[in-house]
Protein backbone atom coordinates (compact mmCIF):
# COMPACT_ATOMS: atom_id res chain seq x y z
CA UNK A 1 0.00 0.00 0.00
CA UNK A 2 2.96 2.36 0.62
CA UNK A 3 3.02 5.29 -1.86
CA UNK A 4 5.27 4.12 -4.94
CA UNK A 5 6.38 8.36 -5.26
CA UNK A 6 5.76 10.59 -2.62
CA UNK A 7 5.14 13.63 -4.53
CA UNK A 8 2.53 11.95 -6.24
CA UNK A 9 -0.87 12.80 -4.42
CA UNK A 10 -3.87 10.79 -5.94
CA UNK A 11 -7.72 11.46 -4.67
CA UNK A 12 -9.73 9.03 -3.03
CA UNK A 13 -10.76 6.58 -5.93
CA UNK A 14 -14.21 7.43 -5.04
CA UNK A 15 -13.46 10.66 -6.51
CA UNK A 16 -12.45 9.46 -10.32
CA UNK A 17 -16.20 6.98 -9.87
CA UNK A 18 -18.01 10.44 -8.58
CA UNK A 19 -16.72 12.75 -11.36
CA UNK A 20 -16.54 10.18 -14.17
CA UNK A 21 -18.10 6.89 -13.79
CA UNK A 22 -21.24 8.28 -15.86
CA UNK A 23 -19.17 9.21 -18.91
CA UNK A 24 -17.29 6.33 -19.10
CA UNK A 25 -20.28 4.43 -18.93
CA UNK A 26 -21.88 6.29 -21.85
CA UNK A 27 -19.20 5.80 -23.86
CA UNK A 28 -18.84 2.21 -23.21
CA UNK A 29 -22.48 1.78 -24.20
CA UNK A 30 -21.63 3.99 -27.35
CA UNK A 31 -18.90 1.62 -28.21
CA UNK A 32 -20.12 -1.41 -27.33
CA UNK A 33 -24.12 -1.70 -26.78
CA UNK A 34 -25.97 -1.64 -23.50
CA UNK A 35 -25.44 -4.74 -22.26
CA UNK A 36 -21.80 -5.61 -22.84
CA UNK A 37 -21.32 -1.87 -21.89
CA UNK A 38 -22.32 -3.07 -18.78
CA UNK A 39 -19.78 -5.78 -18.34
CA UNK A 40 -17.21 -3.49 -20.03
CA UNK A 41 -17.82 -0.88 -17.71
CA UNK A 42 -17.27 -2.86 -14.16
CA UNK A 43 -14.33 -4.22 -15.96
CA UNK A 44 -13.03 -0.96 -16.27
CA UNK A 45 -13.74 -0.04 -12.87
CA UNK A 46 -11.69 -2.97 -11.23
CA UNK A 47 -9.07 -2.76 -13.81
CA UNK A 48 -8.61 1.21 -12.57
CA UNK A 49 -8.85 -0.05 -8.99
CA UNK A 50 -5.90 -2.44 -9.16
CA UNK A 51 -3.63 -0.23 -10.76
CA UNK A 52 -4.52 2.89 -9.09
CA UNK A 53 -1.98 3.11 -6.58
CA UNK A 54 0.49 2.72 -9.24
CA UNK A 55 0.22 5.27 -11.06
CA UNK A 56 2.91 8.03 -11.47
CA UNK A 57 0.85 11.26 -11.24
CA UNK A 58 -2.17 12.20 -11.08
CA UNK A 59 -2.20 14.94 -13.88
CA UNK A 60 -4.81 13.32 -16.20
CA UNK A 61 -7.24 10.96 -14.38
CA UNK A 62 -10.40 10.70 -16.40
CA UNK A 63 -7.93 10.50 -19.65
CA UNK A 64 -6.72 7.73 -17.72
CA UNK A 65 -9.94 5.74 -16.50
CA UNK A 66 -10.83 6.47 -20.31
CA UNK A 67 -7.28 4.82 -21.86
CA UNK A 68 -8.65 1.75 -19.76
CA UNK A 69 -12.16 1.89 -21.26
CA UNK A 70 -10.93 2.44 -24.50
CA UNK A 71 -8.51 -0.80 -23.81
CA UNK A 72 -11.74 -2.59 -22.74
CA UNK A 73 -13.46 -1.78 -26.19
CA UNK A 74 -10.63 -3.01 -27.98
CA UNK A 75 -10.69 -6.30 -26.29
CA UNK A 76 -14.52 -7.00 -26.68
CA UNK A 77 -13.83 -5.84 -30.65
CA UNK A 78 -10.83 -8.33 -30.36
CA UNK A 79 -13.74 -11.22 -29.00
CA UNK A 80 -16.50 -10.31 -31.37
CA UNK A 81 -14.31 -10.61 -33.77
CA UNK A 82 -13.16 -14.35 -32.45
CA UNK A 83 -16.34 -15.47 -32.30
CA UNK A 84 -17.95 -14.62 -35.09
CA UNK A 85 -18.92 -16.74 -37.48
CA UNK A 86 -18.20 -16.43 -41.15
CA UNK A 87 -20.75 -16.83 -43.49
CA UNK A 88 -20.18 -17.40 -47.11
CA UNK A 89 -23.16 -15.95 -48.23
CA UNK A 90 -24.71 -13.98 -45.80
CA UNK A 91 -28.26 -15.27 -45.24
CA UNK A 92 -31.36 -12.73 -46.82
CA UNK A 93 -32.73 -10.47 -44.14
CA UNK A 94 -36.01 -9.26 -44.78
CA UNK A 95 -36.58 -6.14 -43.06
CA UNK A 96 -39.96 -5.01 -42.09
CA UNK A 97 -40.03 -1.11 -44.21
CA UNK A 98 -41.30 -0.22 -40.48
CA UNK A 99 -37.77 -1.65 -38.97
CA UNK A 100 -35.98 0.50 -41.64
CA UNK A 101 -37.67 3.83 -40.70
CA UNK A 102 -37.44 3.16 -37.00
CA UNK A 103 -34.60 4.50 -35.86
CA UNK A 104 -31.97 6.48 -37.84
CA UNK A 105 -30.22 7.03 -34.61
CA UNK A 106 -30.17 3.20 -33.69
CA UNK A 107 -28.60 2.34 -37.37
CA UNK A 108 -25.94 5.31 -36.91
CA UNK A 109 -25.01 4.14 -33.49
CA UNK A 110 -24.98 0.28 -34.67
CA UNK A 111 -22.55 1.46 -37.64
CA UNK A 112 -20.42 3.81 -35.24
CA UNK A 113 -20.12 0.08 -33.03
CA UNK A 114 -19.27 -2.02 -35.95
CA UNK A 115 -15.88 0.73 -36.53
CA UNK A 116 -12.69 -0.50 -35.78
CA UNK A 117 -11.75 0.52 -31.90
CA UNK A 118 -9.00 3.33 -32.70
CA UNK A 119 -11.86 4.50 -35.43
CA UNK A 120 -14.89 3.73 -32.71
CA UNK A 121 -13.30 5.37 -29.99
CA UNK A 122 -12.34 8.70 -31.72
CA UNK A 123 -15.33 8.83 -33.22
CA UNK A 124 -17.29 8.39 -29.67
CA UNK A 125 -15.02 10.73 -27.98
CA UNK A 126 -15.10 13.57 -30.26
CA UNK A 127 -18.77 14.10 -30.96
CA UNK A 128 -20.67 11.55 -28.05
CA UNK A 129 -18.83 13.07 -25.75
CA UNK A 130 -18.04 16.20 -27.39
CA UNK A 131 -13.89 16.09 -26.24
CA UNK A 132 -11.20 18.00 -27.83
CA UNK A 133 -8.85 16.21 -30.44
CA UNK A 134 -5.90 16.28 -27.36
CA UNK A 135 -7.92 14.30 -25.09
CA UNK A 136 -8.93 11.86 -27.85
CA UNK A 137 -5.56 11.44 -28.53
CA UNK A 138 -4.48 10.86 -24.87
CA UNK A 139 -7.49 8.12 -24.53
CA UNK A 140 -6.43 6.04 -27.79
CA UNK A 141 -2.57 6.73 -27.36
CA UNK A 142 -1.62 8.47 -29.97
CA UNK A 143 -0.83 11.86 -31.48
CA UNK A 144 -3.45 14.76 -32.16
CA UNK A 145 -3.08 14.15 -36.11
CA UNK A 146 -3.44 10.40 -36.01
CA UNK A 147 -6.65 11.49 -33.61
CA UNK A 148 -8.00 13.19 -36.30
CA UNK A 149 -7.02 11.00 -38.68
CA UNK A 150 -9.12 8.33 -36.88
CA UNK A 151 -12.02 10.63 -36.35
CA UNK A 152 -12.09 11.45 -40.31
CA UNK A 153 -11.91 7.59 -41.08
CA UNK A 154 -14.35 6.75 -38.60
CA UNK A 155 -16.97 9.40 -40.07
CA UNK A 156 -16.23 8.24 -44.00
CA UNK A 157 -16.57 4.68 -42.85
CA UNK A 158 -19.84 5.68 -41.07
CA UNK A 159 -21.16 7.32 -44.75
CA UNK A 160 -20.15 4.49 -46.69
CA UNK A 161 -21.89 1.99 -44.12
CA UNK A 162 -25.02 4.40 -43.67
CA UNK A 163 -25.41 5.05 -48.00
CA UNK A 164 -25.13 1.11 -48.62
CA UNK A 165 -28.01 1.09 -45.98
CA UNK A 166 -30.05 3.06 -47.88
CA UNK A 167 -29.70 1.77 -50.85
CA UNK A 168 -29.74 -1.76 -50.05
CA UNK B 1 -25.68 12.72 -50.43
CA UNK B 2 -24.31 12.16 -46.91
CA UNK B 3 -21.30 14.15 -45.83
CA UNK B 4 -19.23 13.43 -43.12
CA UNK B 5 -20.04 16.78 -41.86
CA UNK B 6 -23.98 15.56 -41.71
CA UNK B 7 -22.76 12.48 -39.84
CA UNK B 8 -20.32 14.36 -37.05
CA UNK B 9 -23.87 16.41 -37.15
CA UNK B 10 -26.30 13.98 -36.35
CA UNK B 11 -24.15 12.00 -33.68
CA UNK B 12 -23.09 15.21 -31.97
CA UNK B 13 -26.91 15.35 -31.60
CA UNK B 14 -26.70 11.68 -30.05
CA UNK B 15 -24.65 12.96 -27.44
CA UNK B 16 -27.32 14.76 -25.42
CA UNK B 17 -29.65 12.19 -25.79
CA UNK B 18 -30.04 11.11 -22.06
CA UNK B 19 -32.44 8.31 -23.35
CA UNK B 20 -29.76 5.66 -22.75
CA UNK B 21 -28.74 7.05 -19.26
CA UNK B 22 -29.79 6.89 -16.14
CA UNK B 23 -27.83 7.68 -12.96
CA UNK B 24 -29.45 4.83 -11.08
CA UNK B 25 -27.75 2.32 -13.60
CA UNK B 26 -24.42 3.87 -13.67
CA UNK B 27 -24.83 3.74 -9.41
CA UNK B 28 -26.07 0.27 -9.61
CA UNK B 29 -23.03 -0.68 -11.97
CA UNK B 30 -20.64 0.70 -9.68
CA UNK B 31 -21.69 -1.03 -7.02
CA UNK B 32 -21.03 -4.31 -8.38
CA UNK B 33 -18.39 -3.81 -9.88
CA UNK B 34 -16.95 -2.41 -6.48
CA UNK B 35 -18.13 -5.54 -4.64
CA UNK B 36 -16.53 -7.66 -6.84
CA UNK B 37 -12.93 -5.75 -6.29
CA UNK B 38 -13.73 -6.11 -2.80
CA UNK B 39 -13.61 -9.54 -3.50
CA UNK B 40 -10.34 -9.49 -4.81
CA UNK B 41 -8.86 -7.68 -2.36
CA UNK B 42 -8.84 -4.44 -4.26
CA UNK B 43 -10.75 -2.29 -1.78
CA UNK B 44 -7.83 -1.10 0.57
CA UNK B 45 -10.05 1.82 2.78
CA UNK B 46 -13.82 1.24 2.57
CA UNK B 47 -16.43 4.36 3.82
CA UNK B 48 -19.73 5.32 4.48
CA UNK B 49 -21.87 7.83 6.35
CA UNK B 50 -23.95 6.83 8.94
CA UNK B 51 -26.77 9.31 10.42
CA UNK B 52 -26.32 9.72 14.74
CA UNK B 53 -28.16 11.74 17.14
CA UNK B 54 -24.82 14.36 17.25
CA UNK B 55 -25.47 14.22 13.47
CA UNK B 56 -23.38 12.17 10.48
CA UNK B 57 -20.46 10.41 11.06
CA UNK B 58 -17.94 9.38 8.29
CA UNK B 59 -16.72 5.85 8.99
CA UNK B 60 -13.73 4.51 7.25
CA UNK B 61 -12.51 0.86 7.54
CA UNK B 62 -9.23 -1.24 6.28
CA UNK B 63 -9.13 -4.86 6.07
CA UNK B 64 -7.49 -4.96 9.55
CA UNK B 65 -10.87 -2.52 11.03
CA UNK B 66 -12.08 0.65 11.61
CA UNK B 67 -9.88 3.31 10.80
CA UNK B 68 -10.89 6.36 11.24
CA UNK B 69 -14.54 8.17 12.58
CA UNK B 70 -15.29 11.58 11.56
CA UNK B 71 -17.43 14.06 12.40
CA UNK B 72 -19.68 15.14 9.53
CA UNK B 73 -19.66 14.73 6.11
CA UNK B 74 -16.36 15.97 5.99
CA UNK B 75 -13.85 15.11 2.45
CA UNK B 76 -10.93 16.43 3.67
CA UNK B 77 -10.92 13.33 6.05
CA UNK B 78 -11.22 10.91 2.95
CA UNK B 79 -8.54 12.93 1.08
CA UNK B 80 -6.45 12.42 4.06
CA UNK B 81 -6.83 8.97 4.37
CA UNK B 82 -6.23 8.41 0.46
CA UNK B 83 -3.04 9.90 1.24
CA UNK B 84 -2.12 8.71 4.21
CA UNK B 85 -3.61 4.81 3.95
CA UNK B 86 -4.43 4.05 0.38
CA UNK B 87 -5.85 5.89 -2.82
CA UNK B 88 -7.76 2.19 -3.41
CA UNK B 89 -10.98 4.33 -1.11
CA UNK B 90 -14.20 4.19 -2.50
CA UNK B 91 -17.65 3.92 -0.35
CA UNK B 92 -18.76 0.42 0.39
CA UNK B 93 -21.03 0.77 3.51
CA UNK B 94 -21.32 -3.06 3.53
CA UNK B 95 -17.90 -3.14 4.74
CA UNK B 96 -18.71 -1.01 7.64
CA UNK B 97 -22.03 -2.88 8.89
CA UNK B 98 -20.61 -3.82 11.77
CA UNK B 99 -19.57 -1.07 13.39
CA UNK B 100 -22.65 1.22 12.07
CA UNK B 101 -24.72 -1.61 14.20
CA UNK B 102 -22.33 -1.26 17.18
CA UNK B 103 -23.37 2.64 16.75
CA UNK B 104 -26.78 1.90 16.66
CA UNK B 105 -26.75 -0.07 19.26
CA UNK B 106 -24.53 2.38 21.54
CA UNK B 107 -26.65 5.54 20.59
CA UNK B 108 -29.95 3.40 21.55
CA UNK B 109 -27.90 2.80 25.09
CA UNK B 110 -27.81 -0.76 24.32
CA UNK B 111 -24.46 -1.16 24.33
CA UNK B 112 -21.55 0.36 26.48
CA UNK B 113 -18.39 -1.55 24.75
CA UNK B 114 -17.87 -1.82 21.54
CA UNK B 115 -16.36 -4.93 19.75
CA UNK B 116 -15.16 -4.04 16.49
CA UNK B 117 -11.50 -4.50 15.42
CA UNK B 118 -9.56 -1.17 15.55
CA UNK B 119 -6.41 -0.14 12.62
CA UNK B 120 -4.82 2.34 15.12
CA UNK B 121 -2.40 2.42 12.16
CA UNK B 122 -3.10 6.62 11.99
CA UNK B 123 -1.79 6.81 15.87
CA UNK B 124 2.09 6.38 16.87
CA UNK B 125 4.02 6.51 20.37
CA UNK B 126 2.95 8.00 22.81
CA UNK B 127 -0.18 9.19 21.45
CA UNK B 128 -0.76 5.11 20.78
CA UNK B 129 0.01 4.38 24.08
CA UNK B 130 -2.32 7.51 25.43
CA UNK B 131 -5.35 5.80 23.35
CA UNK B 132 -5.05 1.96 24.07
CA UNK B 133 -4.99 3.44 27.61
CA UNK B 134 -8.54 5.75 26.69
CA UNK B 135 -9.69 2.56 25.37
CA UNK B 136 -9.75 0.89 29.19
CA UNK B 137 -12.07 4.04 30.44
CA UNK B 138 -15.31 2.48 30.70
CA UNK B 139 -18.70 3.68 29.41
CA UNK B 140 -20.08 6.13 32.42
CA UNK B 141 -16.96 7.06 33.52
CA UNK B 142 -14.48 9.93 33.24
CA UNK B 143 -10.87 10.82 33.33
CA UNK B 144 -8.91 14.00 33.22
CA UNK B 145 -6.39 14.59 30.90
CA UNK B 146 -3.69 14.78 34.02
CA UNK B 147 -4.89 10.90 35.11
CA UNK B 148 -4.21 9.97 32.15
CA UNK B 149 -0.61 11.11 31.84
CA UNK B 150 0.11 9.42 34.98
CA UNK B 151 -1.53 6.21 33.99
CA UNK B 152 0.65 6.00 30.66
CA UNK B 153 3.92 6.47 33.02
CA UNK B 154 3.91 10.17 32.47
CA UNK B 155 2.75 12.08 35.03
CA UNK B 156 3.42 15.70 33.74
CA UNK B 157 2.65 14.83 29.82
CA UNK B 158 -0.90 16.17 30.59
CA UNK B 159 -0.73 18.30 27.05
CA UNK B 160 1.01 15.68 25.38
CA UNK B 161 -2.81 13.82 26.52
CA UNK B 162 -4.40 16.70 25.26
CA UNK B 163 -3.05 16.47 22.23
CA UNK B 164 -3.57 12.76 22.03
CA UNK B 165 -6.80 13.34 22.33
CA UNK B 166 -7.33 16.32 20.31
CA UNK B 167 -5.82 13.79 17.33
CA UNK B 168 -7.60 10.68 18.06
CA UNK B 169 -8.57 9.64 14.27
CA UNK B 170 -11.50 7.11 16.07
CA UNK B 171 -13.36 8.98 18.74
CA UNK B 172 -16.73 8.12 20.26
CA UNK B 173 -14.68 4.14 20.19
CA UNK B 174 -12.19 5.10 21.50
CA UNK B 175 -13.51 7.58 24.10
CA UNK B 176 -11.85 10.66 24.45
CA UNK B 177 -15.07 12.16 25.28
CA UNK B 178 -14.43 11.01 28.41
CA UNK B 179 -11.52 12.68 29.40
CA UNK B 180 -11.87 16.06 31.43
CA UNK B 181 -9.64 18.61 32.49
CA UNK B 182 -8.91 18.31 36.47
CA UNK B 183 -12.02 20.18 37.79
CA UNK B 184 -14.58 19.35 36.00
CA UNK B 185 -14.81 21.63 33.05
CA UNK B 186 -15.16 20.04 29.53
CA UNK B 187 -11.60 20.40 28.01
CA UNK B 188 -12.26 20.49 24.48
CA UNK B 189 -13.95 18.10 21.39
CA UNK B 190 -13.23 17.28 17.77
CA UNK B 191 -16.93 16.97 17.73
CA UNK B 192 -17.56 19.95 19.49
CA UNK B 193 -18.20 20.74 23.09
CA UNK B 194 -22.08 20.08 22.83
CA UNK B 195 -21.25 16.70 21.21
CA UNK B 196 -19.01 15.90 23.93
CA UNK B 197 -21.28 17.31 26.61
CA UNK B 198 -24.26 14.81 24.79
CA UNK B 199 -22.27 11.92 24.82
CA UNK B 200 -21.67 12.40 28.48
CA UNK B 201 -24.90 13.14 29.38
CA UNK B 202 -26.21 9.82 27.51
CA UNK B 203 -23.82 7.86 29.19
CA UNK B 204 -25.03 8.95 32.42
CA UNK B 205 -21.16 10.24 33.47
CA UNK B 206 -22.96 14.06 32.95
CA UNK B 207 -25.34 15.38 34.98
CA UNK B 208 -28.64 18.14 33.33
Same mark, same amino acid.
Given at each position: ?7 ? %? ?91 ? +? ?17 ? %? ?39 ? +? ?6 | ?13 ? =? ?27 ? &? ?5 ? &? ?66 ? &? ?64 ? =? ?23
Amino acid at each position: MAGVDLTV %TLPPFQTLLDEHAADVHRFLVASVGPHDGADCFQETVISALRAYPDLRHADNLRGWLFTIAHRKVVDHARRVGRNAVPVADPPEVVVAADDLR +LDGDAALLAAVRQLPPKQR %TAVVQRYLLDRPYAEVAAVVGCSEDAARQNVRAGLQRLRQE +LATEVTA | MTTTDDIAARLAGL =ATDPADEGPDIVADLVGQALTRADADGLV &DVAWAVE &DTPIGPLTLAATASGVVKIAFGTDESALDELAATVSPRLVRLPRRLDGLRRELDEYFAGRRHDFDVGL &DRRLSHGYRLAVLEELSQIPFGETVTYKDLAQRTGHPKASRAVGTAMATNPIPIVVPCHRVLRTGG =ALGGYGGGLDTKAWLLRHEGALLS
